[in-house]
């Protein structure tokens, strides 16, 4: 079984550049979830996805952050326009219906200039 | 609002010897911990979990305590090796399907 998948794996942007993450769940999996680590800190929730429909965004920064699933499958987190303070690594995981487990991609590294 | 402390945030022990984190978390609604361990450079990997009606379980050299009246949980691991190096997170979570609540994380260091 394949795992979580993410892309890219690391990304170098310019302060007011765009930057989309995409992730690929476990094939079957209905729940997406973004997270995020910044600076070393504690890894933070900031979305959960049920198939394509956004079921708790609460832990999104602001409204630079944008995420998608359309069809339920993969998912893309943009952010527009960049700021330093994104400079992180995110985070993908997935889970299948009501199980607890959580299945994590390998992140994407992002460094914002 | 939810929160998960984790002490300390590095540790240093001698190969052999075994190593405790310590967690607390503030809400009552969370009733399923796991612990991941991050590797350097790659993806977080759940290593045990625990469940609030549990308050022990172990799995060979790894064990975890629940105190759910104290809000406490700690991970245990016994006759530490090289490859236990690595950063660990103990996180909460509430209902099935839900966010995952991360502590801040442990540096683990094992002495040769």
């Known amino acids: 079984e394949a795992g979580v998948t993410q892309f890219p794996s690391h990304s170098v942007i310019e302060k007011g550049q765009t930057v989309t993450l995409r992730c690929d769940p476990i094939?079957?999996?209905?729940?997406l979830y973004w997270y995020r680590r910044v600076m070393g800190k504690e890894i933070k929730f900031l979305l959960h996805?049920?198939?394509?429909?956004?079921?708790?965004e609460s832990g999104m920064p602001n409204n630079r952050f944008l995420a998608e699933r359309t069809g339920g499958t993969y998912s893309t987190l943009k952010v527009q326009p960049a700021e330093l303070e994104d400079s992180g690594v995110y985070f993908c995981?997935?889970?299948?219906?009501?199980?607890?487990?959580?299945?994590f991609g390998p992140g994407t590294r992002l460094t914002v200039t | 609002g939810e929160n998960v402390e984790q002490h300390p945030s590095t540790l240093s022990v001698q190969e052999g010897d075994s190593a405790v984190i310590k967690c607390t978390y503030s809400?009552?609604?969370?009733?399923?911990f796991p612990w991941y361990k991050q590797e350097l450079g790659k993806r977080p990997q759940l290593i045990i979990d625990?469940?609030?009606?549990?308050g022990e379980k172990k799995d060979q050299r790894i064990a975890v305590t629940l105190n759910k009246t104290a809000k406490h949980f700690s991970l245990h691991i016994t006759e530490t090796q090289p490859e236990d190096s690595a950063v660990y997170f103990c996180?909460?979570?509430?209902?099935?399907?839900?966010?995952?609540?991360f502590g801040s994380g442990t540096r683990l260091s094992i002495r040769p």
């Open positions: 995981a997935s889970s299948q219906g009501q199980n607890l487990q959580q299945y």
């Open positions: 996805f049920v198939k394509e429909s956004k079921q708790d």
């Open positions: 625990i469940r609030s009606n549990v």
């Open positions: 809400d009552s609604a969370s009733n399923y």
């Open positions: 996180a909460g979570q509430g209902s099935s399907a839900s966010k995952i609540i």
């Open positions: 094939s079957g999996h209905d729940n």
